[in-house]
Structure formats: structure tokens, C-alpha cells
């Protein structure tokens, strides 16, 4: 045998090797983080309850439902749309580890993009878990993608066309969950889970739909609500009970114009009150430096100080930076509100929820201390 | 002749690597200061009601802080009518013109109009209502959230038409807002807050 | 079906890149070779 084929062999045994170990690494994502069912949750269904098309795909995902003694108002919340935004994931695993609720119903979908909690965007340096420490030891979570899988729905166009109006966008849009309402039945993957999420909705005339999601601190829609016209009055009344709780947050009209996000879409194709929050989270903007785990949790970054000393951003940022339990406070603080304004702005729609954990709390004693035990 | 060409290359990018490292420094300092130092210009308080009931409220920019004083508004128990998008045609039988003041490229958006035909349709309804003898209050609301390249635009556009100008705090740090006031002999309340907005407000009417 | 054929594809130039390798006398230029190899295998198992 030839010296070059002896060092092929090696080298290719050397490829092999570092294809198994990247391989079992990129498939541990598949792992999914233990999410316990509080005292609260009266049923977990899956979402292909809504459209069977979605049934034993990635698409398929849990959805907790929290059903009062009392007959009453209905809300959904909406987490890991964008997997890349740990608050709105965090903040939804709370509310099903904690709330009871008396009257009404609450649905929690925490992974609403399940595929996209399968991978995380390739050379961003992203960490694939981060850790939170609780009184009963340590609880993991993955910090995925913004879109789906490409595993799971390929190729992308080079342009992707939003099916309902037209619209134009870059060709990798078309695996964003929020970019794919109100969804089609025989569309793509993306728009399949959007379909069932809008069928969901429908059939179980649901009164108010919170979509939870982060920005990058130098994005201008940040710390704010975003609120479909039909959504505005309650909207308004949430942006000024948190203002006035000293909760900084502004508040924003969804444009006619800007079509597949669910405060459009879900708004003009259902009856419910549309509306999506927004807090500030480094590790997914464009400006960061070092992107760890440190940085999900702490959200404290040089880089974006130097950005805000330089007037770059749209939120104060200094050395403390944003923590995760500050942003996951800020979306139950608004969840809450919003409960409160729906069920005095439309008695039928009244809700009454206890156990969500109160902003002030919340942000002194950590997310840890409201997550449960794992069996 | 090369050893020549490689000095001036070196010394190029040496000045070049000194001039942006200045230059950064001096921005870094300048816009710490800025953010550090709250600019307080001395502005007329209102002493007394300037105001009666109808209302009219509109918005300069197109933000949703105009719902937010409607949501006010309403809670207050006070009587007005909202259009977003008033022309100088609309206001009937108002009394007082009350426009929230402050851009948001998503509100033009909605509203489906451009920030330039904004500032028209404002500037045409507030020489309008002065014509008309109503009293204008602008509020200010959203803070330093509301302020930057496009809400300025609007600031610039309407402030100095207002009878009356009330400001969320956050919103006058480098004391643009209270400037203009100072300017124009308007009358004017720093509040801490949105909610707080509403008292500076309701001082206006009898 | 689609992703069948992309596979097929995919299969193919990866043989076509260990064929490269193992005619290549130069380690050097092997590496070369695998480095483009372990992502196409990736895929061809549709890890990533």
C-alpha cells in the first residue's frame, strides 16, 4: 500500500470520528428540556389536536392547558416562537409551573417553534443550553434558532413570498414562525404550524393571544407592545398600568402593511385580541461581543455599553446589563396586566389567575425560585 | 526605495489607528456627558384653567401614545372625540385640540401615510385650529423612547403651535422640548409619568 | 422525493471528495479534501 493511501485511510478514520462527535453534539439538541406541570395545568394536548396534518412531525408541539372552575375569558401565550429569545421561553414555563387560574382558560404553547429548538444558527456562536439554578439543583434549557430546522423544511427560496398578500421578503423568512401567519394547511412546514396555532384559536374562540418574543437592543421596537387595532384599548391600558408601576414600555400599532406576524394576521383572521411583547436581550443581537451562557443569563455585554455610551441603542444600557429574570418579569408583569384590562374591558371575557409571580418578586429572587422540582 | 515605502505604509496606518482610537474616545466622552448632564431650561407654569371641553385629540407621529391618553382621557371621565388622522377640516365644534406628540415608523405605517405628509397634514390643522381660536395642548408622553430623528420631526412641526405643552420627563433630558417652550412663551409641565401626565392635563380645563 | 435526490447529490460529491483524497499525494492537500467532506456527510445523514 502506497504512503498517500496510508494517510487517506487515517484521515478519513480522523473525518469519521469528528463526523460522529459533531453529529451526537447537533442531534443532543433533539433532547428535549423537562417542563413540569404545575398545579395549575388541567390537560396537555398536542397542537396537531387543531390540524392533524402536523401529527408525529417537529411541528407538533405541547400545548398546556389551565382551565378555571368557572367559565370566563380565554387567553393564549405564545413562547418559543423564536427559540433564539430565552424571556419569552423562560416566562412561559413559569406560568405553566405556577399559575392556577379560577375562571377562564389559559393555554401556554412554550415551544410554539418546536423545530427550531432542534438547532441553533450556525456561526453565531450561540450556546446550545444555558443553566438555571433552582432551590432543588440546577434546570437546563435549550437556546435554539430564530427559524425552523432547514433539516425539517427546505430549501429556502431565494425570495420568500408571504401566500396571503404578496409580500416580499429574503428567502430564509420563509422558515420564521412569525413571518408565516395566518398559515396555510398545504403550505410549507413553517406554515403549517401557523395554520394549526390560527385553527386553534378559532375553534376554541380564544379571547386574547400574547405572542412573547426579545430584541436585539439596537432594534427600535424593543421594551414595547405591539397591538392589533382591534387589541389598542387594552393595549394602552397595559402600556400605562406598567409605566406607572415604573415598568418602561411603549407601546406600538401594528402596521396594515407588515404582513405574517401574529398581531396582524391573528388579529384580522380571528376574533381574538392580538397583540406581542417585546424585552431586550444581547445574546441575540448584532452588536454583542462574547456570546455565552453568561450572556443569556445576565445579558450583560461591553460591547452594547459601549454601544449605548455611543447612542446606538434603543434601551439604557449599562454594566447590569438586562437579566433574564428582569425580562422574564417584564412579560409576566405585562401578561397579568393584560388578564386585569381584558376582564374589565369586556365582562364576558373576564379572567381571574392567581400565582403568577409579581414583577417585584420575580426580579428579586431570581427565575429559579418559580421553577419546580424534576422527577 | 522599499524599505522607504514600507515606512510610510507603517507611519500611515500608525496616525490612521491613532485618529480613529481619538476619535472614538472623544465621542464616547461627549455622548456620556450628554446622557449624564439634564439640561433644565426655566418654562411658564400654567397657574390656571386655559381650557374648555369639547375635545379633540389627535396625534403628531402616529405613535400609539395617542391611544394611551385616550385610554387616560377615558378613565378621567372626560368628554372629547380621537381622530388619528384630523385635517384641518374636522374640527367642528371642538373647543380644545389635544395632539400626542412623538414618530413611530410603525404607526405611519398603519396609518399608511409618509412622515412628510404627516408634518403637512399637522401644520395645515394646527394653523387651523390657532385660526379657530381653540386651545392647543401638545403632550409629550413616551419619554426618551419618543425622541430621536423621527420624533423631532414632529416636535420641531408642532411644539411651537401648543398654548400648552406637557412632558413626560425622560422625553426633555437635553432640554429640546422645554427649549422650544422657553422660546415661544408656552406654557408647560414636567411630569414623572404617563399617569401623572393626566393631572397636568385635567389643570387645564375649569 | 426532493430530498431523496438532494441526497443522491449529495452522496455522489461526497465520493467524488473522497476519490480527490485518496488521490492527492500530499497530506496537505487530503486535509484540504476532508474538510470539505465532514459537513456533506452531516448533511448526507440530514444531522445538520
Excluded at chain 1, 449605548?308 to 429574570?325: K, Q, T
Excluded at chain 3, 441526497?7 to 461526497?14: E, K, M, P, Y
Amino acid at each position: 500500500m502506497k504512503r498517500k493511501h496510508i494517510s487517506a485511510i487515517i484521515i478519513l478514520i480522523g473525518a469519521l470520528i469528528v463526523t460522529f462527535y459533531s453529529g451526537r453534539m447537533f442531534l443532543s439538541m433533539y433532547q428535549e428540556e423537562p417542563i413540569v406541570t404545575g398545579p395549575g395545568v388541567s390537560s396537555v394536548v398536542k397542537l396537531s389536536t387543531y390540524f392533524p396534518g402536523l401529527e408525529g412531525s417537529y411541528g407538533d408541539t405541547d400545548v398546556y392547558i389551565m382551565k378555571g372552575r368557572e367559565p370566563g375569558g380565554s387567553t393564549l401565550v405564545l413562547g418559543g416562537t423564536h427559540p433564539n429569545e430565552p424571556a419569552a421561553y423562560i416566562a412561559s414555563v413559569v406560568l405553566i409551573e405556577n399559575v392556577v387560574v379560577k375562571k377562564g382558560t389559559l393555554y401556554v404553547i412554550p415551544r410554539s417553534n418546536r423545530s427550531a429548538f432542534t438547532h441553533n444558527d450556525p456561526q453565531e456562536g450561540a450556546p446550545q443550553r444555558f443553566y438555571i439554578e433552582t432551590p432543588f439543583g440546577e434546570r437546563w434549557f435549550r437556546f435554539g434558532s430564530r427559524a425552523t430546522n432547514p433539516v425539517h423544511q427546505w430549501p429556502d427560496p431565494d425570495v420568500y413570498i408571504h401566500a396571503a398578500s404578496g409580500q416580499q421578503l429574503s428567502g430564509s423568512e420563509t422558515r420564521n414562525l412569525n413571518r408565516g401567519y395566518p398559515g396555510r394547511a398545504d403550505g410549507t412546514f413553517t406554515e403549517q404550524v401557523c395554520y394549526a396555532i390560527r385553527n386553534m384559536i378559532n375553534t376554541e374562540g380564544i379571547d386574547l393571544s400574547i405572542d412573547l418574543h426579545e430584541a436585539s437592543p439596537e432594534y427600535p421596537v424593543i421594551n414595547a407592545i405591539v397591538a392589533h387595532e382591534r387589541a389598542m384599548p387594552i393595549a394602552a391600558d397595559v402600556a400605562i398600568t406598567m409605566q406607572s408601576n415604573e415598568v418602561n414600555i411603549g407601546l406600538e400599532p401594528s402596521p396594515v402593511n407588515l404582513r405574517g406576524l401574529t398581531h396582524r394576521e391573528l388579529g384580522d383572521s380571528t376574533e381574538t385580541f392580538a397583540v406581542l411583547m417585546e424585552s431586550a436581550n444581547a445574546s441575540q443581537g448584532r452588536l454583542r461581543g462574547r456570546t455565552d451562557e453568561a450572556l443569556v443569563l445576565s445579558g450583560v455585554d461591553p460591547m452594547y455599553e459601549k454601544a449605548a455610551d455611543l447612542g446606538r441603542l434603543f434601551v439604557p444600557y449599562d454594566e447590569n446589563g438586562h437579566p433574564l429574570e428582569v425580562r422574564v418579569a417584564r412579560h409576566l408583569f405585562g401578561i397579568e396586566s393584560f388578564i386585569i384590562s381584558m376582564s374589565s374591558y369586556d365582562g364576558n371575557k373576564a379572567m381571574i389567575v392567581s400565582e403568577i409571580p409579581s414583577y417585584q418578586n420575580m426580579v428579586s429572587r431570581g427565575v429559579g425560585a418559580y421553577l419546580l422540582p424534576v422527577e | 526605495m522599499r524599505k522607504l515605502s514600507l515606512l510610510i505604509i507603517i507611519i500611515a496606518a500608525a496616525s490612521l489607528f491613532t485618529i480613529g482610537c481619538g476619535g472614538d474616545e472623544s465621542v464616547s466622552k461627549t455622548s456620556q456627558q450628554e446622557s449624564a448632564v439634564s439640561v433644565q431650561v426655566s418654562v411658564k407654569a400654567l397657574e390656571g384653567p386655559i381650557a374648555e371641553t369639547p375635545i379633540i385629540l389627535t396625534s403628531a407621529g402616529q405613535s400609539a401614545d395617542v391611544k394611551m391618553i385616550e385610554s387616560l382621557l377615558k378613565k378621567g371621565g372626560m368628554e372629547y372625540e380621537i381622530n388619528e388622522v384630523l385635517d384641518s377640516s374636522g374640527l367642528g365644534e371642538a373647543r380644545t385640540l389635544v395632539i400626542a406628540i412623538g414618530g413611530s415608523s410603525k404607526g405611519l405605517g398603519a396609518a399608511g401615510i409618509d412622515a412628510e405628509d404627516e408634518i403637512d397634514r399637522i401644520d395645515a390643522l394646527l394653523k387651523e385650529a390657532a385660526a379657530k381660536g381653540l386651545t392647543i395642548i401638545g403632550m409629550h408622553i413616551g419619554g426618551e423612547g419618543r425622541r430621536g430623528e423621527l420624533s423631532d420631526k414632529f416636535i420641531k412641526a408642532s411644539v411651537e403651535f401648543v398654548d400648552y405643552l406637557i412632558v413626560v420627563e425622560g422625553g426633555d433630558k437635553d432640554g429640546m422640548l422645554s427649549g422650544i417652550a422657553a422660546e415661544n412663551d408656552i406654557f408647560m409641565s414636567r411630569v414623572g409619568s404617563i399617569v401623572d401626565s393626566y393631572g397636568a392635563l385635567k389643570k387645564a380645563f375649569p | 422525493m426532493i430530498t431523496w435526490i438532494y441526497r443522491l447529490i449529495v452522496l455522489l460529491v461526497s465520493i467524488f471528495v473522497v476519490v480527490n483524497l485518496v488521490s492527492k499525494e500530499k497530506i496537505k492537500d487530503q486535509a484540504n479534501a476532508v474538510i470539505v467532506l465532514i459537513p456533506l456527510l452531516l448533511r448526507l445523514l440530514m444531522i445538520k
